[in-house]
């Protein structure tokens, strides 16, 4: 069974600092990747995505880098903003309809 | 992006009745969505997945007969929770696939469930 992992499990930072968060899995045998964000009591809203055959995806301030072969994907945020705040989700998709999440970082960019 | 809605967004019942929360894919259809539970502070764990218009998979340890799920559209997935207790209070997600090109999940914004 797949298993996804992040760390660290909370992170602090100044605001304007660039942050990389990590998530491994166990499985290499990924259809794709993919990164959320969740604000407390709401749903996931969709980040990045990342096929098995790409090895990064940028949108704005965020890149996704994925290394299959190790297990391994990063989230990199660039000049960290308080509006970034919240619990960064990965989940790695094995088989086209199922997906398996990390136990997410949750960021805090202090003003 | 494809967008997912849910209702109720928070529900409060009493011990022992039933509660239904639907999820619609609102611009797309979706043939596969999936339902999650997530408790404070922890990851999602996924239920089990509807496929329209036949029976949904659950995730080994989820109780069928207590979570009913019917997907009886291409838009509309809906999670009843029957004979609810407090220990099924928690907050429920779902999620619909678009298939292309890249199968990627969109989440709906979440259900409260607090069973009194």
């Known amino acids: 069974k797949q298993e996804v992992t992040q760390i660290p499990a909370a992170l602090s930072v100044p605001e304007g600092e660039n942050l990389v968060l990590n998530c491994s899995f166990t499985?290499?045998?990924?259809?794709?990747l993919q990164w959320f964000r969740q604000d407390p009591g709401k749903g996931l809203t969709s980040l990045l995505l990342i096929q098995s055959s790409q090895r990064e995806q940028t949108s704005g301030r965020l890149n996704a880098s994925l290394d299959k072969s190790s297990g391994r994907s990063t989230l990199y945020i660039a000049a960290s903003q308080p509006g970034d705040s919240a619990t960064y989700l990965c989940?790695?998709?094995?088989?086209?309809?199922?997906?398996?999440f990390g136990s997410g970082t949750k960021l805090n960019v202090k003003p | 992006g494809a967008v997912v809605s849910q209702h109720p967004s928070r529900v409060i019942c009493k011990s022992g009745t039933s509660v239904k929360i639907e999820c619609r894919s609102l611009d797309f259809q979706a043939t596969t969505m999936f339902w999650y539970r997530q408790f404070p502070k922890q990851s999602l764990m996924l239920m089990a997945t509807s496929n329209e218009g036949s029976k949904a998979t659950y995730e080994q340890g989820v109780e069928k007969d207590k979570f009913l799920i019917n997907h009886a559209s291409l838009t509309l997935s809906t999670l009843t929770v029957t004979s609810a207790h407090p220990e099924d209070s928690s907050f429920y997600i779902c999620?619909?696939?678009?298939?292309?090109?890249?199968?990627?999940?969109?989440f709906g914004p979440g259900t409260r469930l607090t069973v009194l």
């Open positions: 989940a790695v998709n094995p088989n086209f309809n199922k997906f398996y």
């Open positions: 999620s619909a696939e678009v298939v292309n090109p890249y199968n990627e999940q969109f």
């Open positions: 499985d290499s045998a990924i259809y794709n």
